[in-house]
């Protein structure tokens, strides 16, 4: 072990950590866009409602995302209109943006199928209610089942954050020089891949450890109206 | 299944090299895991700290950085390690190895939560009635603790294993000839990364499907015998 080493990569990771939180948070904020609509349709009575996303989200869960980081990065310019198009290829053929494009598919997958449990999980009665106040399908849905679907959805949603940013590490295999792809690149400078890689896991904990504290914090925030009121004499400070 | 210009038999070659890294990663993983969770109900508090460390760790830092640095890293404390003992060739796990260690570690770290939880679910009294009985530690856990403590772990091990299964994806990395590496030969010769790419994903479904059989399986034989509730 050498902690020069470590700190002498510093720098260099800190530069690819900066790349793998914009991954990270673009295709999270993307993912969730994708999820509302799927999530909304997959949770339908309809049969032919929900078989398309039922279909979307059990291949996206189905299969590695490698493959799919593949077959978006490699696999589409094998189409020659996709090669040709001016508005497709220079998208395309950037790893970056196919890196935000299939994270974004990958995690809106995932979102899709928390929501969806979440707008399950939401009491009838609230949805009956709506109704009975003469609230419209689409009003009841914005209004009163996505708000409390959100709020059920926000601890898992938070478990879904972390796993895409350790799935973001594979940002690294379309030459990416995101956190991971960084600690590579430094490696085959000053051949130390233990102290290398171990300074990078580290960065990646601290990533991990923020954010599990933040999203803590959010559902604090927002579940003010569950927490037990003080009790005790009226006026009185409740301590602590 | 299509030939796909004969490469077909490869990629099957490269589903049954998947299928036992899989197998071989999960075996490490059961041990591992069943060692952490008796690690982190151990007496001793740095036995404790190890376990707990352990799984913080692992739940951490991503699959594929795992792999690299133990396919990479094993090299240097390999060769440190053997240094005194006076030999000073070059040591390097193979990729099959590498990957079962990784895979292994990131699955025993989920793993060993998944068993403290369930073990933790059976009733206190079935040990203290098996200890009345005359029952060493040991026995307990294998004949009292364990039978009925799978049952409510198994759920969440499925998870995990099928998850496990996508990782393994990650092996191609370090060069192990798994479904993608033999996709990514295809690729190199015909020049058709969709089409393999398809299959490969295609190939990954099918592990998947067939293993939530399996488990569904396994979970209804491990309940054979609990009462069932009725919804309504």
């Known amino acids: 072990m050498n902690i020069d080493v470590m700190m002498a990569a510093l720098p260099k990771l800190l530069e690819g950590a900066g790349l793998t939180l914009q991954l990270l948070f673009i295709s999270g904020f993307f993912g969730v866009l994708l999820a509302v609509p799927l999530a909304v349709a997959r949770a339908s009575q309809s049969l032919a409602v929900k078989a398309l996303p039922f279909a979307y989200i059990f291949f996206f869960r189905g299969t590695p995302l490698l493959v799919q980081l593949f077959l978006v990065y490699y696999g589409l310019s094998q189409f020659a209109f996709v090669r040709e198009s001016p508005i497709l290829w220079p998208v395309l053929s950037e790893p970056y943006w196919c890196a935000i494009i299939t994270f974004s598919l990958h995690t809106g997958a995932y979102i899709a199928e928390i929501l969806r449990g979440a707008i399950q999980a939401v009491p009838a009665g609230e949805v009956e209610a709506a109704r009975a106040l003469g609230m419209t399908r689409a009003g009841t849905m914005g209004r009163i089942v996505l708000p409390r679907a959100a709020r059920i959805a926000l601890p898992a949603y938070g478990n879904e954050l972390i796993l895409m940013l350790k799935g973001s590490a594979l940002a690294s295999t379309i030459t990416l020089l995101d956190l991971t792809g960084m600690a590579r690149t430094v490696i085959a400078r000053n051949y130390m891949p233990l102290e290398t890689f171990l300074m990078a896991g580290i960065i990646y904990m601290a990533i991990t450890f923020v954010l599990v504290r933040a999203l803590r914090f959010i559902e604090h925030r927002v579940s003010a109206h569950m927490r037990a009121r003080p009790t005790g004499p009226v006026g009185v400070e409740p301590t602590a | ?232």
Do not use: C
Request: glycine share 12%.
């Open chain 2, 1 to 232: 299944m299509p030939d796909l210009h004969g490469f077909s038999d490869q990629l099957l070659l490269g589903l049954w090299m998947t299928v036992r890294l899989a197998l071989s990663a999960l075996g490490l993983g059961l041990v591992l895991g069943l060692a952490g969770a008796a690690a982190m109900s151990a007496p001793m508090a740095p036995v404790r700290w190890i376990a707990h460390g352990y799984t913080t760790i692992i739940r951490g830092i991503p699959e594929l950085l795992v792999v690299l640095l133990i396919y990479f890293g094993s090299s240097v404390v390999l060769m440190a390690a053997l240094r005194p003992f006076g030999y000073t060739g070059y040591i390097e796990l193979s990729p099959f190895v590498a990957g079962s260690i990784a895979l292994g570690l990131t699955f025993g770290g989920y793993a060993s939560e998944v068993f403290r939880g369930a073990f933790q679910a059976v009733p206190p009294g079935q040990g203290e009635a098996a200890r009345a009985l005359g029952m060493g530690r040991i026995h307990i856990f294998f004949r009292i603790v364990l039978p009925q403590g799978w049952r409510i772990a198994l759920p969440g091990l499925g998870n995990l294993f099928l998850v496990l299964m996508k990782d393994t994806a990650l092996v191609s990395v370090i060069g192990l000839e798994e479904i993608m590496r033999k996709a990514q030969f295809a690729v190199g010769a015909t020049k058709e990364p969709f089409t393999f790419y398809l299959a490969a994903a295609f190939l990954y479904l099918g592990l998947t499907i067939v293993s939530m059989a399996g488990l569904a399986w396994m979970e209804k034989r491990a309940n054979r015998g609990m009462p069932r509730a009725r919804a309504s």
